[in-house]
């Protein structure tokens, strides 16, 4: 697994040969918009969407957005790594 981490980790940190539905690409985006923005997530959000890309990722899912509610209608557990399938 630590080898798909180090893969996972630098697609993320160069952004090349990304496709627009690639969870790496998504959370990228994520993460460049909240650069630009005055109101900044909370840490356990950004660790929240990080790990729904990372399952994504490990499972071959194809997205077009990550978010996370922990509370209200839409109510969901934090999530858990995906270590192996």
Request: glycine fraction near 4%; charged fraction near 25%; charge should be positive.
């Amino acid at each position: 697994m630590s080898g798909e981490l180090d893969a996972f980790y630098e697609s993320f940190k160069v952004g090349e040969n990304l496709s627009a539905d690639s969870p790496i690409f998504v959370l990228r985006k994520h993460h460049e918009n909240n650069l630009v923005s005055t109101r900044r997530p909370r840490a356990w959000y950004m660790a929240a969407i990080t790990i729904k890309a990372w399952n994504a990722h490990i499972e071959g899912k194809k997205i077009d957005k990550l978010r996370y509610s922990p509370s209200g209608v839409r109510a969901e557990e934090f999530p858990t790594i995906i270590t192996k399938l």
